[in-house]
């Protein structure tokens, strides 16, 4: 037998004449990740008692093995430990299982809480009243209520406002940006990202897109205006 010591992951909610081949590869590499020795970690077999993979760390390599774990266990791990732990994790989560990475004398190393961990905060809508920024590039409706499309870089807002207000607003489209005000709803996923659902512009203004080196010069051009600075030579 090849000296060396072993870890087991128990799966809850597979056995081996279950677990699909596929998604026992993807635990496989997600473990490999975790161990983070890809030479000196081997998959020794799989065990019967739900799903049961089991491998063997050589001797050279499980100190660094063994103190990554800990580090894992303790919050204090890599970054990338971090990930491979929340990628195996979100996996079982997916699965509707729980794991546990065990060691030498069946001692526990990890618990993976997958199905168990607390669910995401899921946030309704929000009014806020704000507003937003862009080139108006384009404005039309068929009914009362007119939509208006934004477009600021690589980001675009589509907004409505009433069919009198396409009268002053039209004339802008293509032209220098606008900043629009009104009432905005948002909606905020589980991972803090916040999304624009609805914008109804109440009022908007024209914004000054001239260069700033070309301002500068027109208010240095003003009667009175301070010199432009020259260095000591």
């Known amino acids: 037998m090849t000296s060396g010591y072993e870890y087991s992951f128990h799966i809850d909610a597979f056995t081996p004449a279950t677990i699909p081949m596929a998604r026992l590869a993807e635990y496989m590499a997600d473990l490999a990740a975790l161990f983070s020795e890809p030479a000196s970690v081997h998959f020794a077999r799989l065990e ?5 993979l089991v491998q063997r760390i050589e001797v050279a390599a499980f100190p660094r093995v063994h103190a990554r774990l800990q580090a894992i266990q303790r919050g204090e791990a890599t970054a990338d430990a971090v990930r491979a732990f929340a990628s195996l994790d979100r996996r079982l989560a997916q699965d509707n299982a729980i794991a546990l990475l065990r ?7 990890i618990r993976f809480p997958g199905r168990e961990r607390p669910k ?18 384009r404005i039309g409706g068929k009914d009362e209520s007119v939509h208006a499309t934004l477009k600021d870089g690589d980001q675009t807002w589509r907004c409505e406002l009433t069919r009198a207000m396409t009268k002053e607003m039209r004339g802008h489209l293509y032209e220098k940006p606008l900043r629009v005000y009104g009432e905005g ?24 897109d001239t260069p700033w080196p070309e301002t500068i010069a027109r208010l240095r051009a003003i009667e009175g205006a301070p010199p432009e600075p020259r260095s000591e030579g």
């Open 48 to 52: 019967e008692g739900s799903t049961v």
């Open 185 to 208: 709803r948002w909606r905020r996923d589980p991972q803090g990202k916040w999304t624009l659902e609805q914008f109804r512009i109440s009022q908007f203004e024209v914004l000054d």
């Open 103 to 109: 060691g030498e004398n069946n001692t526990e190393a």
């Open 120 to 137: 995401p905060l899921h946030y309704g809508s929000f009014r806020q009243h704000g507003s937003l920024d862009g080139i108006l590039v």
